[in-house]
């Protein structure tokens, strides 16, 4: 069954922002970090963002650092991913991720990560 779902995708102009959510339905929320991961058009997929599994440690891709924050709600199971000055290399289709949290870092690693959405669209016009 269906354990991540997001949404907040959308078309939006460039320079703008957008939040993304997603909402776990599995029970165990709290042994696992998060992460959101992007895929354009004919590329590989890449990490975007994570954040372990009590929200105290954040790690960013250099492309978004600075402009993106990560963060999550344990008691709505729920994470979120706040995108700003959003520029057409942003575009792309953005999954939400959950693996077993092993350590205080959140990985980068695509392979961590054992649960999946089925990814939102973004879309920025320039």
């Known amino acids: 069954q269906v354990q991540l779902v997001e949404s907040g995708g959308g078309l939006v102009q460039a320079g703008g922002s957008l939040r993304l959510s997603c909402a776990a339905s599995?029970?165990?929320?709290?042994?696992?970090?998060m992460g959101w991961f992007r895929q354009a058009s004919g590329k590989e997929r890449d990490f975007v963002a994570s954040?372990?599994?009590?929200?105290?440690?954040?790690v960013y891709a250099d492309s978004v650092k600075g402009r993106s924050t990560i963060s999550r709600d344990n008691a709505k199971r729920t994470v979120s991913l706040q995108m700003n000055n959003l520029t057409s290399e942003d575009t792309a289709v953005y999954y939400c991720?959950?693996?077993?949290?092993?350590?205080?870092?959140?990985?980068?690693?695509?392979?961590?990560?054992?649960?999946w959405g089925q990814g939102t669209q973004v879309t920025v016009s320039s």
């Open positions: 954040i372990s599994w009590n929200g105290g440690a954040t």
């Open positions: 991720a959950a693996a077993v949290a092993r350590s205080w870092v959140p990985s980068r690693a695509e392979t961590e990560y054992d649960k």
């Open positions: 599995f029970q165990t929320f709290t042994n696992y970090e």
